[in-house]
């Protein structure tokens, strides 16, 4: 039997019980007991599943969950190249997971729950092992900033995710043209990446790549199935219903520029900045 329970920050969710005392309801059916796991958050999951409960168990993880937001962090850094527990804090619950069995709570997370905004911020360069972890997570929209976040990294967080926003980054020009070459063929089901960087020259070549030329004094040329224009310092280059937006300005890499990739489906609207994007989901 598999339920799907759609909740969000307006519910009011169950979560107070004590683990220590004997739980009533497991005289209950299993269609009451489904009842009321739909009602848990996330802290309650996981006080649940670790009262070692095989029946509870089985009815957790044949129910579907769809949260609002999760926020990912690590828990009392005590130096920046520690890996100390990971705090989750969806919605309104807030959950330690010991790193060495993160893996393995995310891989179960990604079996039957569903989150609308998944971010990640962190001051650990190059943290490869925490963004392989979101790479099992489904969501609508995720946004991660990790300072120095490489190719084969963003290559990883794209996976079940409609919409990827990666800031901080250190792709190279090869990576940028891996997300236009899986958009444009439809290998992958995100429809929007935005990938934000200090490298300026990542971002002409790849510019050059795109058209059938781009420097900084002619601009960019380009092909014969594209459609280009310019608006507010960025260039916008269409092709089918690819969109490539790309700032252009050089700041010498004291701001970062971008480089956005969107499925479009009818008529083209203006580019959406990020605060846009977050308050819709």
Not at 71 to 96: G, Q, W
Not at 120 to 130: L, N, Q, V
Not at 146 to 168: H, P, S, Y
Request: proline share 3%; glycine share 6%.
């Amino acid at each position: 039997m598999t339920r799907t329970v759609v909740t969000g920050p307006p519910v009011k969710r169950r979560k107070e019980f004590d683990e220590n005392k004997e739980l009533p309801f497991l005289d209950f059916p299993n269609e009451i007991i489904f009842r009321c796991y739909g009602y848990f958050d996330l802290e309650s999951r996981m006080k649940m599943k670790s009262l070692g409960n095989k029946r509870l168990n089985n009815i957790e993880m044949e129910t579907k969950y769809r949260y609002g937001s999760l926020d990912i962090s690590y828990n009392n850094i005590n130096h920046p190249r520690t890996i100390n527990d990971i705090r989750l804090v969806c919605d309104d619950s807030v959950v330690d997971v010991p790193h060495s069995v993160a893996l393995k709570e995310f891989e179960l997370l990604a079996k039957n729950t569903h989150f609308n905004l998944v971010t990640y911020k962190t001051c650990i360069p190059e943290d490869d092992s925490t963004c392989q972890l979101l790479s099992s997570l489904e969501a609508k929209t995720i946004v991660i900033e990790v300072f120095g976040i490489d190719d084969a990294t963003l290559d990883m967080v794209m996976q079940n995710k409609e919409r990827v926003i990666v800031r901080r980054s250190n792709v190279t020009t090869d990576a940028l043209w891996n997300v236009y070459g899986k958009m444009k063929e439809g290998s992958i089901g995100v429809k929007y990446v935005k990938v934000e960087t200090h490298d300026v020259e990542s971002r002409f070549e790849f510019l050059g790549r795109l058209g059938s030329n781009y420097d900084r004094i002619d601009g960019f040329t380009p092909r014969e199935n594209q459609k280009m224009k310019f608006e507010n310092f960025k260039l916008v280059v269409t092709e089918g219903n690819l969109k490539v937006v790309a700032s252009v300005l050089c700041w010498c890499g004291r701001f970062p520029g971008f480089v956005s990739f969107e499925i479009i489906d009818g008529e083209d609207k203006a580019e959406e900045d990020d605060e846009d994007i977050l308050n819709a989901c």
